[in-house]
């Protein structure tokens, strides 16, 4: 009767054993998930340097230090065109590609079409927005840790 009891008492030792490392590992696999998402990744630290990093390094004068930030203005306006450019073209691009598609589709098609591309729209709206919270965050607690 003792060897019994040593027998249950050994196998319950090693199944709760088993289960805990089992548990461990999928808890480390699947709940902390280590790999920072894409957006979370940190930039590379090599950055190009601020205008005042420029003015120090070649001691630029007051007047050259000006004309540099009037360069930096002027190319901002230059790219915020060129980015609204680009996203009207990609909206006629889109419109017609969904024309396309819809002249292929039937009208049930299409229905279903449509709702699955406003789940996809709105799924990505909430994926936006919580990239921003957590940009939000991040920026508040590097502000506090200064």
Do not use: C
């Not at 054993?17 to 590992?25: D, K, L, R, S, Y």
């Not at 808890?27 to 790999?35: G, P």
């Not at 996809?120 to 939000?136: A, C, G, N, V």
Request: net charge positive.
């Amino acid at each position: 009767m003792k060897d019994r009891n040593k027998f249950w008492i050994i196998l319950s030792m090693v199944v709760v054993f088993t289960a805990g490392v089992i548990a461990g590992v999928l808890f480390e696999n699947y709940i902390l998930d280590k790999k920072p998402r894409r957006s979370e990744r940190q930039r590379s630290s090599v950055r190009f340097p601020t205008i005042e990093m420029i003015a120090e390094e070649l001691s630029l004068t007051e007047e050259q230090q000006e004309k540099f930030r009037e360069i930096f203005r002027n190319n901002e306006e230059r790219l915020k065109n060129y980015r609204s450019e680009i996203h009207e073209q990609y909206a006629s691009l889109r419109t017609q590609l969904k024309q396309e598609i819809d002249s292929v589709l039937t009208e049930e098609q299409r229905i279903k079409f449509q709702a699955m591309i406003d789940k996809y729209l709105s799924e990505r709206k909430k994926q936006m927005e919580e990239r921003d919270k957590r940009s939000d965050r991040d920026k508040r607690d590097k502000g506090e840790r200064r």
